[in-house]
């Protein structure tokens, strides 16, 4: 079974190859922020990492099509993946 941040990371993976749509989830990424964090808590990750993905999959629907790469972006580091805009900074 995928862990929390695996299954959060096949979405914005997703939001990425769709173009920052929000149309990775029906709903929107904020419609999977609740069951994220039920699975996150289960799976005892840090309270502060469970509030900061939270807080940035409900705001994404309001952030302008422009700066959803870079929340895209930034949520992906905070779960540990580079994303391609960073990967090569990475390695």
């Known amino acids: 079974m995928p862990s929390p ?18 149309k990775a989830v029906v709903g929107g990424l904020e419609r999977v922020q609740q ?10 990750l840090p ?10 999959l409900v705001a994404y629907k309001d952030l302008p099509h422009e ?6 972006e930034e949520l992906m580091g905070m779960l540990g ?6 990967k090569s900074a990475v390695q």
Not at 9 to 21: A, G, T
């Open 67 to 72: 700066a959803r790469s870079a929340a895209v």
């Open 5 to 22: 941040k695996e299954k959060i990371l096949k979405f914005l993976s997703l939001e990425i190859d769709r173009k920052y749509d929000n």
């Open 47 to 56: 309270d502060n990492l469970i509030t900061a993905v939270s807080e940035k």
């Open 35 to 44: 069951l994220w964090e039920m699975d996150a808590r289960e799976a005892r």
């Open 81 to 86: 993946r580079p994303t391609p805009q960073n």
